[in-house]
């Protein structure tokens, strides 16, 4: 999956805004929004709070868990223990990266954000690879991986998918006389 | 939006249920190594919502804010329903032989693999691709060499790759083959809302009846 393809899933997570102009009720497919009064927070997905915001018709409040200090305690939790720590949202990194490219002068401190959000993450990456590794070299047949966000899973799960087909396909071509795959000419 | 059931029930889904139906069959089809159940009822009933809602905005005010927030939506849906087309059609290509023969040999009870317009892509693909072969290649060979056999040539899909899954369903005693002979078999316990990497032929009941979600 492109990681465009695991934003456009993150972006249909709910986010507060400040709407300038009044709108009522909108009836979508997917369920209603609104109605909007200036002045008056209200939530509705990502995509359309980007938008709004390119527009200049709101501004975004940031969610809770977008606070310097909560994220120096999750990227010190994360640096410390050798397993995944539960994350605020299943789309962090998706979330950071839209609200501070589109809405950064509405979050407080939003450069030292970005870099605890980046630490974090390579940590968490760093960590996912070196599980891969084993997975790989263990010859392992079943892993869970609970507190691992869609991002993350993409970033590592296509090579890593192709790489065990790949020693699949050698490994059972090792043993002569197995029903396998391979063509017949 | 009435989608109907196997058993002739009819299941009531609300729009946001579809929706995220379609958003499921999206995902398991990209991720699922071979070509998955086809589910007509959730592009009938999309592509039902998306004329409605197209046929009202022509009515309304244009430049109105409400207006492009609905269009907006609809290209949102637009871009995963086409998607998903998109991605079965690749595997109709890349497993034709495969797909054809799983479909004729298909008993009369079972749901099929292709929509009514995709068996006949399909077919005309593999007789498109029979005559290019023949008039490339085939018909300058020596006259006992002009047959290939699409079946064995083309390669079927891995049954055997990993993927990525996220439970819906508590399924309990999968059981998980071993890797290498020293390794014995074991059962594990799919909790609700836990994520795994495993085997696709182990999960891919799971992933037909829903239990499960590939990601």
């Known amino acids: 999956m492109e990681p465009a393809e695991v934003e456009f899933l993150a972006e249909k997570e709910l986010v507060t805004i400040v709407p300038n102009f009044s709108l009522d009720r909108i009836h979508l497919i997917g369920g209603d929004l609104g109605p909007f009064n200036p002045g008056l927070p209200v939530e509705v997905p990502v995509w359309l709070a980007i938008n709004l915001k390119q527009r200049q018709k709101c501004r975004l409040i940031p969610p809770e868990w977008m606070d310097v200090g909560r994220l120096e305690e999750i990227r010190d939790q994360e640096r410390k223990e050798d397993t995944f720590t539960p994350m605020p949202s299943p789309y962090y990194m998706e979330l950071t990266n839209l609200l501070l490219n589109y809405a950064s002068d509405n979050i407080p401190r939003a450069d030292e954000i970005r870099t605890l959000v980046k630490d974090t993450w390579d940590t968490r990456v760093a960590k996912l690879r070196l599980s891969a590794d084993s997975f790989v070299r263990q010859q392992e047949a079943h892993a869970k991986l609970d507190n691992l966000t869609l991002m993350e899973i993409n970033t590592t799960g296509t090579f890593l998918t192709q790489a065990l087909d790949h020693m699949y396909k050698l490994r059972t071509n090792l043993q002569p006389g197995e029903s396998s795959q391979s063509q017949d000419f | ?215």
């Open chain 2, 1 to 215: 939006a009435a989608m109907a059931d196997g058993e002739d029930e009819e299941l009531v889904l609300s729009p946001a249920q579809l929706l995220l139906s379609l958003e499921q069959a999206w995902l398991n089809e990209k991720f699922a190594p071979e070509l998955l159940e086809s589910k007509p009822e959730i592009i009938e009933c999309v592509v039902e919502q998306l004329d409605h809602m197209e046929a009202n905005l022509k009515r309304a005010k244009r430049g109105d804010l409400k207006v492009s927030v609905h269009h907006m939506e609809i290209e949102r849906i637009r871009y995963v329903l086409s998607s998903y087309l998109r991605c079965r059609l690749v595997k109709i290509e890349k497993f034709f032989p495969h797909i054809l023969e799983k479909e004729k040999s298909r008993a009369d009870g079972e749901p099929s693999i292709l929509s009514p317009e995709e068996f006949a892509f399909a077919k005309e693909y593999m007789a498109n691709t029979e005559t290019h072969l023949k008039n490339v290649a085939l018909k300058h060979m020596p006259p006992n060499l002009q047959k290939v056999s699409l079946l064995k040539s083309v390669p079927k899909p891995n049954l055997d790759s990993f993927v990525f899954l996220r439970v819906l369903e508590r399924q309990e005693n999968i059981l998980v083959e071993p890797e290498t002979d020293e390794q014995r078999e074991y059962a594990i316990t799919l909790e609700e809302g836990s994520q795994h990497l495993i085997r696709y032929k182990t999960v891919a009941p799971l992933v037909a009846s829903g239990a499960v979600q590939l990601i």
